[in-house]
Nanobody
Framework: VQLQASGGGLVQAGGSLRLSCAAS????????MGWFRQAPGKEREFVAA????????YYLNSVKGRFTISRDNAKQTVYLQMNSLKPEDTAVYYC????????????????WGQGTLVTVSS
């Protein structure tokens, strides 16, 4: 599976962005998909994940109620709608896919996109 993330950019605090992650490969619909982020000087952290069917979602506590992860298996795309953005959300955002293991650990993800930069100005 190859992943291509897009949709990042510069936005003012309180604004919104929608990230997309387009996948190639016939097994996309069998993978749990996740979004991670990495700010300068910090470790990569879990943001959100969605089960293969889309029926179960998980979120980092600090983004609950502001971010929504979704997927369209027919389009082989996963999305991250980000609302009420804060300066502390500034990071490079990565999409990733996995077939097993816990949803929050980057080490369990087999496939990674190239990352898209989100910058939130105050």
């Amino acid at each position: 599976v190859q992943l291509q993330a897009s949709g990042g950019g510069l936005v003012q605090a309180g604004g919104s962005l929608r990230l997309s992650c387009a996948a190639s490969g016939r097994t996309f619909s069998t993978y749990t998909m996740g979004w991670f982020r990495q700010a300068p000087g910090k470790e990569r952290e879990f943001v959100a994940a969605i089960s293969w069917s889309g029926g179960v979602t998980y979120y980092l506590n600090s983004v609950k109620g502001r971010f929504t992860i979704s997927r369209d298996n027919a389009k082989q795309t996963v999305y991250l709608q980000m609302n009420s953005l804060k300066p502390e959300d500034t990071a490079v955002y990565y999409c990733a896919g996995k077939s097993s293991g816990s949803y929050y650990s980057p080490s369990n993800y087999n496939y990674w996109g190239q990352g898209t930069l989100v910058t939130v100005s105050s």
